[in-house]
């Protein structure tokens, strides 16, 4: 039982994880918490499955423990299992995460907790942990226990700053005592409790003398009562108003305490390192009487430094403490070896992206100004820079970096021509590696590094008009670049709002385009559209050509007579934009005639309805009105704009949007057909035939792939019975049918020209392929017109076809005597339960019959399907046949007052709906 238990949870996980929200909609986060804690307690489950369960409360609390009392259950719970589990090398991992568990459920859910007696407890048991030094008590093999009860003390005092602050004196001396590799989290502990305490204390402007001596000497209890709420306390900077101004004697027992885990910060690993110094830090910044000259054995240290965090923890110290520990010639030390480890070749690139932004954002200890956008320290010369120069061999983030630097340089440096015929020089190679071969990753760097220069550079009118040339001569040679093209317009708009470049170089576009010749068009007309599109958005620039140049493309290319829609619609959004952005009264005339043309001629009705739309704006609106209707995001526009759209109907023609109904006016109604759809016979057979193996020829018949596949079902479509009298009278009905199933193939839609209200239905049938023969549900929906041209979308209530509508008679041939259907029912029944297919399957459903006669039952639901009954004892033998190809044989036979029914069928899948079948016939029967 313990291993099918063990398996089962294993999924039981596994599905939780994969999709927690729906896992939990089956059931409810507290009998879920409630099966979790009671398997934890559960001596046969392995411990693999509790540490995994205990991972699901570590990384879910708050989505699992939403009360009060299921989350002071699963503290208690989990609490008392680690005090009840003895301390063994087995069972060490489970301990580890039990506390990990408790502690993260408590900090997760203390706002639901109120058991404060538990919660001492816990502290109690992980200072008492903690209390073993040296592993006196426990033994080496123990010591993942102390590191994970340091790691929780240390989350506890991030979450709740100060709640430690009684336990100094103690941390102090477990730290120095400690000398196994657990001094580093001892070290790390202390730091942070100490520095959360002055933090403390320097909140209490009138802090009295003593009070440092007295915080460093304190060994009281635990108070949660008076613990704050959670925060992140926020890092002390030299503009917070903190400060202490301790007595001597307190200055200089605080200086002893830093002093002395400064010496042994050489111990502890590169990240520990900088988390120590960061938290001294912040003690010398509060603390007024220490000085910085504190660390300057450790800054010497660090400049050779090649990890990362540490070189960033110098760089915070020195933007904190600026000249008071850092000299002209450490800066310029520092600045120097930024330099050379962004262009080391063996470190990677993100690291090297990591010194070049140190470079941009460099902590200087007089910056001439407060902005804290990207700027370069005033010690960075062009020597510096020269070693950064992008090459072509570089990656393109390293590319990018380097000549964004450089860029910054020259502006520095004022009007250095030089520097900007290199950048520029450098940005034409990237142009005609684009030119020549340009893959997707050259294409997107070369227009990233142009951004770049436009951003910098955008005031030089001779390298501005020369890039402007470049662009429209790539573009020329590569029109698939469009999309290129117009993000570069809008970003650089975006970026530099009184910057005249991007304009230009839409309206250099645009000339280039338009002076096409015709036969050039049709290959790249798609993307010259886009850029025409984007263009128009710009007020500034005359779109008299662009419309004459769509009239000559429209009425010469043949692009109405292909009636591509994706075309048509990016002729429109030209339209579109020019109709929102433009002065139209240049170019009215040849817009109209444009649309025009485009509606009366364009093969797609979609084309066709929203040209005549913007016709109808372009001539019976105001251009106020008009740009406010075609605005990008006016889809919920105001009720004034629809009822101006109204008003407008009568002389702009009938309305061309499909206006949605929001209540049904239509319904399907299945016709029963007097029992079940039919299928076609599958021709006559010889007495030669008959004499054959006529269960090969059977199954042989189902080698033609159209053989008996698909089902027919008849509906008649009416109204309901309450319709609005604008609806009475309905033309050109559009079915459009969703089976919302991969069983099945998809239908077809459905045209009805025309349906009275109080007259008879319209009948139709659908024909139905199913992969899988299931039960499904049929949704439908309308389109159609009414008497006064308006269209309209409805949807209709969803049918269900259930499992006895899919019934088909035994496709065999008619001239098959009874006797022959009998024998092939027989062998066919032989064969599934004899093949051994992991489809087929024998099953039994029995039902009493005292509320009517079997031969009742077998008149009203199978009397088609029934090849062989016998009275002595009455029994029946009845073959369902279900497209594709699925076989469902029932044996029934009366024992007294039961029926028994034995099922045979070739696919299992369907027993589950075969059982509510019969439990339906025989409950109604």
């Known amino acids: 039982m313990a291993v099918s238990s063990n398996h089962e949870w294993t999924q039981k996980v596994a599905a939780f994880h994969a999709n927690p929200s729906h896992f939990l909609a089956s059931t409810t986060a507290e009998n879920f918490v409630h099966d979790l804690l009671r398997v934890l307690t559960d001596e046969k489950m392995g411990e693999n499955i509790k540490v995994q369960i205990l991972v699901i409360l570590q990384e879910f609390p708050t989505l699992l423990l939403v009360s009060s009392q299921s989350a002071g259950r699963a503290v208690e719970s989990v609490f008392n ?14 301990k580890c995460h039990l506390l990990l568990s408790v502690t993260t459920i408590v900090i997760a ?15 109690k048991q992980l200072l008492d942990v903690a209390c073993d030094s040296n592993d006196h008590r426990n033994g080496v093999t123990f010591r993942p226990l102390r590191a994970v009860v340091c790691d929780c003390l240390r989350e506890f005092e991030t979450c709740y700053p100060g709640l430690l602050s009684g336990k100094l004196e103690l941390l102090s001396s477990l730290q120095r005592r400690e000398v196994t590799p657990l001094h580093q989290a001892y070290t790390l502990l202390y730091s942070q409790v100490l520095k959360n305490a002055i933090h403390t204390v320097a909140q209490v402007h009138n802090a009295s003398g003593g009070t440092i001596r007295e915080m460093l000497e304190r060994n009281e209890d635990i108070k949660w009562k008076g613990r704050e709420k959670q925060q992140e306390l926020a890092a002390v900077t030299v503009t917070t108003n903190l400060s202490l101004f301790p007595s001597a004697d307190e200055t200089k027992e605080l200086k002893s305490c830093v002093s002395l885990l400064l010496e042994e910060s050489f111990l502890l690993t590169p990240a520990s390192q900088a988390v120590l110094l960061r938290e001294l830090a912040q003690v010398v910044l509060m603390v007024h009487s220490l000085s910085p000259a504190m660390f300057r054995s450790q800054i010497l240290r660090l400049f050779g430094t090649m990890d990362v965090s540490l070189l960033h923890t110098m760089l915070y110290m020195k933007a904190t403490f600026t000249d008071s520990l850092f000299t002209v010639e450490d800066e310029n030390l520092l600045l120097k070896r930024l330099v050379g480890m962004a262009q080391h070749p063996l470190l990677g690139v993100p690291i090297k992206l990591f010194y070049m932004d140190c470079l941009l954002h460099f902590p200087e200890n007089r910056p001439l100004s407060s902005n804290l956008q990207e700027n370069l320290p005033v010690l960075f010369t062009s020597r510096m820079a020269n070693c950064l120069f992008p090459t072509l061999f570089n990656d393109s983030s390293t590319m990018l970096g380097r000549l964004n630097l450089l860029s910054l340089v020259c502006l520095e440096n004022g009007v250095d021509e030089r520097g900007i015929a290199e950048i520029f020089d450098y940005l034409m190679s990237l142009y005609k590696l684009v030119d020549i071969s340009g893959s997707r990753d050259r294409i997107v760097t070369f227009f990233q590094a142009v951004y770049i220069f436009v951003s910098h550079f955008y005031t030089n009118e001779e390298y501005m008009a020369e890039l402007t040339n470049r662009m429209v001569q790539l573009y020329d040679k590569h029109c698939s670049l469009a999309p290129h093209m117009i993000n570069l317009i809008s970003s650089t708009q975006n970026l530099l709002e009184d910057c005249k470049w991007p304009v230009s170089l839409a309206g250099a576009l645009q000339k280039l385009i338009v002076a096409l010749p015709l036969q050039q068009l049709p290959p790249n007309l798609m993307w010259h559209l886009k ?83 913007y016709y ?6 105001s251009t106020d009105k008009l740009a406010g209707i075609v605005a990008e995001g006016s889809g919920n526009c105001s009720c004034t704009k629809i009822r101006s759209l109204s008003l407008m109907s009568e002389s702009a023609g009938s309305s061309v949007s499909v206006l949605p109904v929001k209540y049904p006016i239509l319904q399907l109604i299945p016709i029963p057909e007097n029992a079940c759809p039919t299928v076609s016979p599958a021709g006559e057979a010889s007495e030669q035939d008959i004499g054959e193996d006529y269960l090969e020829k059977y199954l ?12 027919t079902l008849t509906f008649h479509l009416g109204f309901v019975e309450k319709v609005d009298p604008h609806f009475h009278k309905i033309f050109t009905i559009l079915l459009h049918f969703d089976l919302q199933s991969s069983h099945y193939e ?18 139709f049938s659908l024909v139905f392929k199913p992969r899988s023969p299931f039960p499904f549900t049929l949704h439908a929906s309308a ?15 969803p049918v269900d076809v259930g ?23 027989t062998k066919l029944w032989t064969s599934l339960i004899q093949n051994g297919s992991s489809q087929s399957i024998l099953s039994r459903f029995c039902f009493k019959t005292a509320q009517g006669p079997l031969c009742e039952l077998i008149r009203l639901h199978f009397q088609k399907y029934v090849v062989s009954q016998h009275s002595q004892p009455e029994s029946y033998k009845v073959f369902l046949f279900l497209p594709p190809c699925i076989n469902v044989l029932f044996q029934l036979e009366q024992i007294d007052d039961i029926v028994k029914v034995d099922i045979v069928t070739d696919n299992w899948k369907l027993l589950p709906f075969i059982n509510s079948y019969l439990v339906d016939m025989t409950s109604k029967n």
Request: include cysteine; hydrophobic fraction near 45%; charged fraction near 15%.
């Open 81 to 94: 299992l680690y005090l009840r589990l003895p301390l063994t090398p087995k069972t060490l991992k489970l």
């Open 109 to 123: 859910t203390d706002d639901l907790l109120s058991d404060e007696q538990t919660l001492k407890n816990l502290m």
């Open 531 to 613: 850029v025409l599109a984007r263009v128009a958005k710009e007020g500034s620039i005359p779109q008299k050509a662009t419309v004459q140049f769509l009239l000559i493309v429209i009425r010469s290319c043949n692009v109405c007579g292909m009636g591509e829609w994706q075309m048509g619609n990016a002729v429109l959004s030209v339209c579109r934009n020019i109709l929102h952005c433009q002065n139209l009264e240049p170019i009215f005339k040849d817009l109209a005639d444009l649309l025009q043309h485009l509606h009366l001629w364009f093969q797609d009705i979609d084309i066709q309805d929203h040209a005549h739309f």
């Open 616 to 621: 109808a704006l372009l001539t019976c609106l």
């Open 700 to 711: 042989g018949q189902f080698c033609d792939p159209g053989f008996a596949s698909t089902i």
């Open 746 to 763: 998809p239908l077809s839609d459905l045209l009805v020209p025309c349906l009275l209200f109080n007259k008879k239905p319209h009948a």
């Open 783 to 797: 389109i159609f017109t009414t008497e006064d041209g308006d269209t309209y979308c409805s949807q209709i209530q």
């Open 803 to 825: 499992f006895p509508r899919l019934f088909l008679p035994l496709p065999v041939p008619l001239s098959w005597p009874p006797e022959v259907k009998v024998s092939l029912f």
